[in-house]
């Protein structure tokens, strides 16, 4: 069983952030009738599905409805979101008996307006936090800052999100980070600040790595774009190595796919089969040494 199936509702975003490169594919959005036919499919092979990829899914028209087709299916749900809109939809999250986790990327605020109140963005994610603990203590909550050893400017914007977290919780924030070895610092219960370097998305522009690498990709998730079309792995943002599509096809065949067959043992003896895994400097990271 996977950990998770990345199911992008949506590849329209309403922030641009220098952590997401820019969307090339058409704007999509999935219809309800395809997210529970691709739902149905993902609830046995994963452990919970997350609803993003690219795009921001709080925006999607009809969050609301995707919400109500996770609980009547009792889908375990985790969600990603930029959390500018989370005003407009913390009823419904409250009211969720399926959300597990939810990420709130609060670096992307500054990247979009660096010169508003960061404050006023940030109030209705912490209110929602404490209300959501509130109704539902188990589910938790990450404040992603997946921007460390950018460039000072950087980490004095870090500076100002730990000052808010603390006046709010009535803290103290550990400013030492070991990404390598820890990643998250529970601020509150079930509150957390999660720490990740800036990395590159893979790209055909970026050196060629070579064969050797593994990967989680097939092992612990996978990707299903708006449009239907599987992917491998969460960074694989414009389908460069489509696998078939869930709106077609069975997803738990696709699985059983020559090629995914075929990567999953590359991985196994640390192998890299696709040519665009060799253009990927996340795997690295997996890289013992």
Same mark, same amino acid.
């Given at each position: 069983? $996977?950990?998770?199936?990345?199911?992008?509702?949506? *590849?329209?975003?309403?922030? !641009?952030?220098? /952590?997401?490169?820019?969307?090339?594919?058409?704007?999509?959005?999935?219809?309800? +009738?395809?997210?529970? %036919?691709?739902?149905?499919?993902?609830?046995?092979?994963?452990? !919970?599905?997350?609803?993003?990829?690219?795009? @921001?899914?709080?925006? #999607?028209?009809? /969050?609301?409805?995707?919400?109500?087709?996770?609980?009547?299916?009792?889908?375990?749900? !985790?969600?990603?979101? &930029?959390?500018?809109?989370?005003? *407009?939809?913390?009823?419904?999250?409250?009211?969720?008996?399926?959300?597990?986790?939810?990420?709130?990327?609060?670096?992307?605020?500054?990247?979009?307006?660096?010169?508003?109140?960061?404050?006023?963005?940030?109030?209705?994610?912490?209110? /929602?936090?404490?209300?959501?603990?509130?109704?539902?203590?188990?589910?938790?909550?990450?404040?992603?800052?997946? *921007?460390?050893?950018?460039?000072?400017?950087?980490?004095? @914007?870090?500076? @100002?999100?730990?000052?808010? $977290?603390?006046?709010?919780?009535?803290? @103290?924030? *550990?400013?030492?980070?070991?990404?390598?070895?820890?990643?998250?610092?529970?601020?509150?219960?079930?509150?957390? $600040? #999660?720490?990740?370097?800036?990395?590159?998305?893979?790209?055909?522009?970026?050196? &060629? !790595?070579?064969?050797?690498?593994?990967?989680?990709?097939?092992?612990? #998730?996978?990707?299903?774009?708006?449009?239907?079309?599987?992917?491998?792995?969460?960074?694989?943002?414009?389908?460069?190595?489509?696998?078939?599509?869930?709106?077609?096809?069975?997803?738990?065949?696709?699985?059983?796919?020559?090629?995914?067959?075929?990567?999953? +043992?590359?991985?196994?003896?640390?192998?890299?089969? +696709?040519?665009?895994?060799?253009?990927?400097?996340?795997?690295?990271? /997996?890289? %013992?040494?």
């Amino acid at each position: 069983m $996977l950990d998770r199936i990345f199911i992008e509702i949506s *590849n329209i975003c309403n922030l !641009q952030c220098s /952590f997401c490169p820019v969307v090339e594919r058409d704007n999509k959005v999935m219809g309800p +009738e395809d997210f529970e %036919k691709v739902l149905k499919q993902a609830k046995p092979l994963a452990k !919970q599905v997350c609803l993003h990829l690219m795009g @921001e899914p709080l925006a #999607h028209p009809n /969050f609301v409805k995707m919400m109500e087709i996770c609980e009547e299916n009792n889908v375990p749900v !985790q969600i990603t979101t &930029n959390g500018v809109v989370i005003a *407009n939809r913390k009823e419904v999250l409250l009211k969720s008996k399926v959300l597990r986790q939810i990420n709130f990327s609060i670096q992307s605020y500054k990247d979009n307006f660096p010169n508003r109140d960061f404050y006023t963005y940030l109030r209705p994610i912490l209110d /929602f936090s404490r209300e959501l603990n509130e109704v539902s203590p188990e589910t938790y909550v990450n404040y992603r800052l997946w *921007n460390l050893g950018r460039n000072e400017q950087i980490m004095e @914007e870090n500076e @100002e999100v730990f000052q808010i $977290l603390e006046r709010f919780y009535d803290i @103290e924030v *550990n400013r030492r980070t070991q990404v390598e070895s820890i990643k998250s610092k529970r601020i509150w219960n079930r509150v957390y $600040l #999660h720490f990740d370097t800036h990395f590159d998305w893979p790209s055909w522009d970026l050196p &060629n !790595q070579g064969e050797i690498g593994r990967c989680h990709a097939l092992k612990s #998730h996978i990707g299903i774009h708006a449009d239907g079309t599987v992917v491998p792995c969460c960074l694989d943002k414009e389908c460069q190595i489509p696998l078939g599509n869930a709106f077609e096809q069975d997803l738990a065949g696709i699985l059983k796919s020559d090629r995914a067959i075929a990567m999953r +043992e590359g991985f196994d003896n640390n192998k890299r089969v +696709e040519e665009f895994c060799k253009h990927c400097t996340y795997i690295n990271r /997996f890289q %013992k040494s």
